[in-house]
Every structure is written in structure tokens, then in C-alpha cells.
């Protein structure tokens, strides 16, 4: 890995670009118009630098794709906003030997509590080694995931933004917002909801938009934590959303009803929080500090495609929904993992020649269901006596572990299956941290490829050695004779004869080396 440099001080309006290559990656070319297209300057070029793009940056740097970053902004966001990684999060920083740099950063909560903020103990049998929720300061990932991609080789250019394209049967055409060009043979949009890449690219964004508004912030309250508890309880089944959760130190995530304040274009103030309190609560609990301040809607959206062409979308770019469960940013990164390597695999020119597509068959019906229980808990949260006698339900119903389970595995995505055929339920679903001879299944996982793990020894990779490790264990814990794992840990084949073996291999790998 490159050490990182300390780029020269900008002005306030310079582009800011960080390049820590070491100078592998050559500078790119503004092409001109027509046949006299300048060559490929990049691979890919990634607009947006959030946690989704800067994930997929790393993902394609680690199979040597030559990958541009453009970040609109010239400097990362500075308010504090805690985010939650969720357990499938976790398990794949896990895999690419990020979650002890990650870890530091954050607070490890119990995994319960998630689905419509019904308060249900940890469900047992939750299969994971990380099961829990880790909140964590956004500017924190963001950051701590932007350098992981520049010390794997990508460059991060900020203060640029993409504000138009056009495709062809070679590449991309990009020009940015000062009018510079550039080539490349792909462009991702994860350029967050209002994404300039996806409505550049004409692809749909149906759903409904914004019913009810909502104040959300990090701020401290001087009020006793047992007297806030208390009054939250009382409150909470008749205005809803309405809570207040303690961080620790004094601060509080507070989620109160926005109705009555003022122009949604204008960013709340603390004063609105205040007011709304002392409405629904008859007092405002002595908030005081905000960290941040935000007023989000339920709008819930979902892009038609994700790829035309050489341009694809991921992240907010491909869909948006309430925040209520945590799940927009996880949703985003795991998009991320879906989508890093099988790109690679395009660039590199070993792709099956559906690979690709596979991207949107996968993600997007996840993304249909996350967008289906945000909807599902928005109403959960409704005060209407219709959703509060269906929340009474729900909540005997998830006295039963089994339903608590189901609920927690959907919000945290461990419970995500691929549709790659018929198979034993194991197949298509991501494979849990395991024990093996040589340590931890994860640490098997941290360069980005397929992984056979054979509990026979009679197995190979065969023509695929440069795309997918081989490890013969009989001592893996694990109940089937032989996995193959796809780059992202999701189980691509199960079984013990080679020629079957071979057949997925092909599938998802192309074909062998020669």
C-alpha cells in the first residue's frame, strides 16, 4: 500500500485531487469530438465519492482497474451524523480486512430494536460472527473508506462534478462541470438521489414521493436520561415518529413529527426542534449543541435499470426510501460488493458475457424489498388507530424468535438469497465468517476473488487459479462437502464432482486461463 502524501493547500474554488498511484495510473486526455476520440484515460469513472462509490473504487482497484473518483464537493461533509453499519456491512469489511480499522471509529450496539423502532431483545441465532450494529460517525467511513480506495491505487478528484456524457460501442465520453473531458470504458453514477449521472441517462425513477415529513439530529439534552425515557414511553404510542435515544456523553438521536414547520426548503433550525417538542411532549427536554439538523420526507423511489450501456447506477443514484431502519447506506455499499468485482471482471475481459447483467438482476429486486419494509414501517410508525392496532400485533408477533429473526436478518440483509437456481437453501446466500485450517473463512477473502473451499481434497481450480484461490480443509466448519465462493461471499455452487464444478466455474469466472 502507497503511504499518503499531503496534497498542496487549495483555493476554495481549485479542484482538489487526491492521487496516491505513485504514478501507475496515467493522466487522462481530453478526447476531441467524433473519430478523434482520445484514447482511454481510465477504466472507470465513479461519480460520486461516498461510501458507495469510494467502496466500488476499492472493490475495482483491487483487480487493477484504472479508476477515476469525482466528488462534486472540495471537501468532505463536517457535521457528525452517526450512521449504523448493519451485520452484512460488517461481515463484508470483514472480508476485505477493514473491520479492525473500522472498529476503532465506532460504538458496537445490540442487534435488535431495528425493525419499526419496536423495542425486541437480540433474536437468538442470529448466524454471524458480527452480529451487532455499529454506529459510527459518517464523516468517519466515508473517510476511512475513501482512503482505503486511494491506498489501493485510485484517484479522488474533488471539486469536479460530471455534467454530461455520451456512450459508444468503446467507451464514455465525460465532461465535467468546467468543461473538461475525459475517456473512460465504464461510468457508475453514485451520485446520491438527485443523481446527475441517472437522469443524464433518461432511466425511469418511479415511486411515490414525500407524504410526511419528519425532523431528525444528533443533539445533548439536560434532562435525565430516566425522565426522557419515561416520557418517551408515554408519548411514543400516539405520535409517531417520535424518539429519543441516547448516544452516551449527554447526546440523543431525536426524531420528532415536522408538521407545522415552516418551508421544507429550508434547513431546520434548533428552535423548530424545540417547538415540536414542547407540542407533542409538553416539554423540550433542555436540547441544546446540535451536532446536525436534517428534515427528511418518506419519499421511495427505485430506478427502472441499472445499467444502459456502459453506464450503471448504484447507491442512492439507483434508489431512495426513509431512513428508518438504517439500511440506505448499507444498502449502497453492498451494491458496491455486487457490482466490483463482475466490472472488474469486464475490464479485465474474462467476464461471462452475462455477468454484468447479473448486477441489476440481484440488486434491484433487494432494493424492491428494502424499499417494501421502510414503506411497511413508515405505516408501522403512522398514529392513526389502524397502524397502531397493527403495531400492537406486530409486536406480540415478534415475542416469537423466529418472527424477530426473520425481521432483524431482512433489515440487516443476512438474510439476502441470489435467484441462481434450484439448490439447497444454502446457495445464492452469503456464506458466514467459518472457521478453516488456515484461521478465518474472511481473511481467505481480502483480495477480491472466488474461493473454493474444498473439504474433499480431490477438487481444483484448475484454469481458474488466477481468478479463484483454492483451499482443500476437511476441518472447515462447514456442513457440505465443497463451496464456491463468489468475490462478494455469496455461495456460487455447492457439491463434490469436478465437471459440475467446472460448469459454474464458467459461469461466473469465464473461461479458464490458457
Known amino acids: 500500500m502507497h503511504s499518503p502524501q499531503v496534497p498542496a493547500e487549495p483555493s476554495s474554488n481549485d479542484p482538489v485531487e487526491r492521487d496516491f498511484t505513485g504514478g501507475d495510473v496515467p493522466e487522462p486526455r481530453s478526447p476531441a469530438s467524433g473519430a478523434d476520440r482520445a484514447p482511454l484515460g481510465f477504466d472507470v469513472v465513479i461519480a460520486g465519492c461516498g461510501p458507495t462509490g469510494a467502496t466500488l473504487a476499492a472493490e475495482l482497484r483491487l483487480h487493477d482497474v484504472r479508476v477515476l473518483v469525482l466528488e462534486k464537493e472540495t471537501e468532505p461533509a463536517s457535521f457528525v451524523r452517526i450512521v449504523g453499519l448493519h451485520i452484512r456491512s460488517l461481515e463484508l469489511m470483514a472480508m476485505r480486512g477493514l473491520l479492525e480499522r473500522v472498529l476503532p471509529h465506532g460504538r458496537r450496539r445490540p442487534a435488535a430494536g431495528f425493525f419499526a423502532a419496536i423495542a425486541k431483545p437480540v433474536p437468538e441465532g442470529l448466524d454471524?460472527?458480527?452480529?451487532?450494529?455499529?454506529?459510527?460517525?459518517?464523516?468517519?467511513?466515508?473517510?476511512?473508506?475513501?482512503?482505503?480506495?486511494?491506498?489501493?491505487?485510485?484517484?479522488?478528484?474533488?471539486?469536479?462534478?460530471?455534467?454530461?456524457?455520451?456512450?459508444?460501442?468503446?467507451?464514455?465520453?465525460?465532461?465535467?462541470?468546467?468543461?473538461?473531458?475525459?475517456?473512460?470504458?465504464?461510468?457508475?453514477?453514485?451520485?446520491?438521489?438527485?443523481?446527475t449521472v441517472r437522469k443524464l441517462l433518461g432511466v425511469g425513477f418511479p415511486g411515490e414521493p414525500s407524504r410526511t415529513d419528519t425532523l431528525m439530529g444528533e443533539m445533548k439534552a439536560d434532562a435525565p436520561q430516566e425522565q426522557i425515557a419515561a416520557k418517551?414511553?408515554?408519548?411514543?404510542?400516539?405520535?409517531?415518529?417520535?424518539?429519543?435515544?441516547?448516544?452516551?456523553?449527554?447526546?440523543?438521536?431525536?426524531?420528532?413529527?415536522?408538521?407545522?414547520?415552516?418551508?421544507?426548503?429550508?434547513?431546520?433550525?434548533?428552535?423548530?426542534?424545540?417547538?415540536?417538542?414542547?407540542?407533542?411532549?409538553?416539554?423540550?427536554?433542555?436540547?441544546?449543541?446540535?451536532?446536525?439538523?436534517?428534515?427528511?420526507?418518506?419519499?421511495?423511489?427505485?430506478?427502472?435499470?441499472?445499467?444502459?450501456?456502459?453506464?450503471?447506477?448504484?447507491?442512492?443514484?439507483?434508489?431512495?426510501?426513509?431512513?428508518?431502519?438504517?439500511?440506505?447506506?448499507?444498502?449502497?455499499?453492498?451494491?458496491?460488493?455486487?457490482?466490483?468485482?463482475?466490472?472488474?471482471?469486464?475490464?479485465?475481459?474474462?467476464?461471462?458475457?452475462?455477468?454484468?447483467?447479473?448486477?441489476?438482476?440481484?440488486?434491484?429486486?433487494?432494493?424492491?424489498?428494502?424499499?417494501?419494509?421502510?414503506?411497511?414501517?413508515?405505516?408501522?410508525?403512522?398514529?392513526?388507530?389502524?397502524?397502531?392496532?397493527?403495531?400492537?400485533?406486530?409486536?406480540?408477533?415478534?415475542?416469537?424468535?423466529?418472527?424477530?429473526?426473520?425481521?432483524?436478518?431482512?433489515?440487516?440483509?443476512?438474510?439476502?438469497?441470489?435467484?441462481?437456481?434450484?439448490?439447497?437453501?444454502?446457495?445464492?446466500?452469503?456464506?458466514?465468517?467459518?472457521?478453516?485450517?488456515?484461521?478465518?473463512?474472511?481473511?481467505?477473502?481480502?483480495?477480491?476473488?472466488?474461493?473454493?473451499?474444498?473439504?474433499?481434497?480431490?477438487?481444483?481450480?484448475?484454469?481458474w487459479s488466477d481468478r479463484v484461490d483454492h483451499l482443500a480443509d476437511p476441518t472447515a466448519a462447514l456442513d457440505v462437502p465443497c463451496v464456491l465462493l463468489r468475490p462478494d461471499g455469496h455461495v456460487a455452487w455447492i457439491g463434490d464432482d469436478q465437471h459440475d464444478l467446472n460448469d459454474h466455474l464458467v459461469r461466473w469466472f469465464g473461461k479458464p486461463a490458457t
Request: hydrophobic share 40%; proline share 5%.
Open 232 to 463: 418517551v414511553a408515554e408519548v411514543g404510542d400516539t405520535h409517531r415518529p417520535f424518539w429519543l435515544r441516547p448516544f452516551g456523553e449527554g447526546v440523543y438521536s431525536v426524531v420528532v413529527p415536522a408538521a407545522g414547520v415552516g418551508d421544507r426548503a429550508e434547513p431546520p433550525t434548533l428552535e423548530d426542534f424545540r417547538r415540536q417538542l414542547r407540542t407533542i411532549a409538553g416539554t423540550d427536554f433542555g436540547v441544546h449543541s446540535p451536532r446536525w439538523l436534517s428534515r427528511f420526507g418518506d419519499a421511495t423511489r427505485l430506478a427502472d435499470r441499472y445499467r444502459v450501456g456502459r453506464v450503471l447506477l448504484a447507491g442512492d443514484a439507483a434508489h431512495i426510501h426513509p431512513p428508518i431502519g438504517g439500511q440506505g447506506l448499507n444498502l449502497g455499499v453492498q451494491d458496491a460488493f455486487n457490482l466490483g468485482w463482475k466490472l472488474a471482471a469486464q475490464v479485465r475481459g474474462w467476464a461471462p458475457e452475462t455477468l454484468l447483467d447479473t448486477y441489476h438482476a440481484e440488486r434491484h429486486p433487494v432494493a424492491e424489498d428494502v424499499l417494501d419494509n421502510t414503506r411497511a414501517q413508515m405505516e408501522l410508525t403512522s398514529a392513526g388507530p389502524g397502524p397502531r392496532a397493527v403495531r400492537r400485533l406486530l409486536t406480540e408477533l415478534m415475542d416469537f424468535n423466529e418472527v424477530n429473526r426473520h425481521l432483524i436478518e431482512k433489515i440487516t440483509a443476512i438474510g439476502v438469497r441470489y435467484d441462481l437456481g434450484d439448490g439447497p437453501d444454502l446457495l445464492g446466500r452469503r456464506l458466514r465468517d467459518i472457521d478453516v485450517r488456515r484461521g478465518r473463512l474472511y481473511d481467505l477473502l481480502h483480495r477480491g476473488r472466488g474461493l473454493l473451499l474444498d473439504r474433499t481434497g480431490r477438487l481444483t481450480a484448475g484454469g
Open 128 to 195: 454471524s460472527a458480527h452480529a451487532y450494529l455499529l454506529g459510527i460517525p459518517q464523516p468517519a467511513i466515508v473517510r476511512l473508506l475513501e482512503e482505503h480506495a486511494i491506498e489501493l491505487g485510485a484517484r479522488v478528484r474533488r471539486g469536479r462534478a460530471v455534467a454530461g456524457f455520451e456512450q459508444d460501442d468503446e467507451g464514455v465520453t465525460v465532461e465535467l462541470s468546467d468543461g473538461e473531458r475525459l475517456r473512460s470504458r465504464y461510468l457508475v453514477g453514485c451520485d446520491g438521489a438527485r443523481s
